[in-house]
């Protein structure tokens, strides 16, 4: 079993930005983040495999970066030019391949408001 705990959540502007973290009990293949808004499904924002090959979601193209540390088991998820529409809850995600994670985290609460 490997523990996900993120951090990093919180409140800003639109147009402001924010940087989550994750630390894993254990070295998995493949990490990333999804996120779920208030009345909507959850999706896939970002997912980075080894620390170079990643893919993210057509909306936060351009504004998010996903990068990952191996030695310390974190993957992180910078944020940029946030928009209201990026409120959500962000999950850390983490499996052995690129389909549906083995394994989430507890979530953390991003909120883009003026």
């Known amino acids: 079993q490997v523990q996900l705990v993120e951090s990093g959540g919180g409140l800003v502007q639109p147009g402001g930005s924010l940087s989550l973290s994750c630390v894993a009990s254990?070295?998995?293949?493949?990490m990333g983040w999804d996120h779920q808004a208030p009345g909507k499904q959850r999706e896939v924002v970002a997912r980075?495999?080894?620390?170079?090959?990643?893919v993210y979601a057509n909306s936060v193209k351009g504004r998010f970066t996903i990068s990952r540390d191996n030695a310390k088991n974190t993957v992180y998820l910078q944020m940029n030019s946030l928009k209201p529409e990026d409120t959500a809850v962000y999950y850390c995600?983490?499996?052995?391949?690129?389909?549906?994670?083995?394994?989430w985290g507890q979530g953390t609460q991003v909120t883009v408001s003026s």
């Open positions: 995600t983490a499996g052995l391949n690129w389909g549906t994670p083995d394994y």
């Open positions: 254990g070295r998995l293949n493949i």
């Open positions: 980075i495999k080894g620390e170079i090959g990643s």
